[in-house]
């Protein structure tokens, strides 16, 4: 297992107490020296997106998360001060995932595409993530795995069961930008799928058992 990917589970089982699920209020203005339950919240969505590399989190903004902050910046074309003001927030929220939606992109990889190989398994992640991203869908991951007859997993019960590590590194790289859809927001099983509807989308690829399509 990569040593990243063994720091996100270390990370996200040390710190489940510290992290909370969802903040109910925005996030405040963070900069160097800042102690605030916000932190951990940012730390964990750097690491998930690369740039934060300590193998904890903290609720201290100390010079490893400015220089997180200043690279996630410059990477998607904001003012690199090292300051997580609204416009970086904004951004960082609509292009990474928190502790517990990570946890519900690996429990609907695993639901639905742990017999495929680890490619199929990110291309369900990357589906996800393409709604978030789509007009006509839910704007977040629990909003879009939740949504009403959207996964077969969710509906027989499949979603509850607990993912494997393989699952979370999955729904890492899904978060991280990978995409072997071409950018598909729907996949179906060939073998069994009986809705002319979904026949009819434009099929993008096949991977495995599943046919990813717009």
């Not at 400015?66 to 416009?87: H, I, M, N, P, Y």
């Not at 190989?117 to 991203?133: C, E, L, P, W």
């Amino acid at each position: 297992m990569p040593k990243w990917l063994i720091a996100v589970i270390s990370m996200m089982i040390a710190f489940s107490a510290v992290l909370p699920a969802a903040h109910a209020a925005s996030p405040s203005t963070l900069s160097y020296g800042t102690t605030s339950l916000d932190v951990p919240d940012l730390q964990f969505r750097l690491k998930v997106l690369g740039y934060f590399n300590n193998p904890t989190v903290t609720t201290y903004y100390g010079s490893m998360t400015q220089d997180a902050v200043e690279r996630f910046q410059a990477d998607f074309g904001l003012t690199s001060d090292g300051v997580a003001g609204s416009k970086t927030w904004s951004l960082l929220k609509k292009v990474s995932v928190n502790k517990e939606e990570l946890d519900l992109l690996a429990r609907i990889i695993y639901a639905e595409a742990r017999g495929e190989s680890y490619k199929g398994q990110v291309a369900v992640g990357a589906v996800v993530m393409n709604r978030v991203q789509a007009s006509g869908f839910p704007n977040t991951v629990r909003d879009v795995i939740l949504q009403s007859g959207a996964f077969t997993a969710v509906d027989d019960g499949q979603f509850n069961l607990t993912p494997d590590s393989t699952a979370y590194q999955a729904a890492t790289d899904a978060v991280r930008g990978v995409d072997p859809t071409g950018n598909a927001l729907y996949y179906f099983n060939p073998n069994t799928a009986t809705s002319s509807w979904i026949w009819s989308r434009k099929q993008t690829v096949k991977i495995g058992n599943h046919i990813f399509a717009v």
